[in-house]
């Protein structure tokens, strides 16, 4: 039997914290010198990765005592 809560609805400001974490990125790979190429892909990449787990509702929040029973059958 399966006893999982509903999901939470999408996070509405999942992009806008993609971008922001996209932002963050580059300006911080930026500052340490690195070529404006470099710059523009780890920017890409941060957005890319904080859009798919917050944008999307990628991330599943669980409840932390959860054990899985799956593997007992008594």
């Given at each position: 039997m399966d006893h999982?809560?509903?999901t939470e609805p999408l996070?509405?400001?999942g992009?806008?914290?993609a971008l922001i974490a996209g932002a963050i990125a580059a300006g911080l790979t930026a500052v340490i010198g690195a070529s404006l190429p470099a710059v523009v892909v780890l920017g890409v990449v941060a957005f890319g990765v904080f859009g798919v787990l917050l944008g999307?509702?990628?991330v599943?929040?669980?409840d932390g005592d959860h054990v899985d029973?799956?593997?007992d059958h008594h």
């Open positions: 999982h809560a509903p996070l509405a400001s992009w806008a914290i999307k509702g990628g599943e929040l669980t029973h799956s593997g």
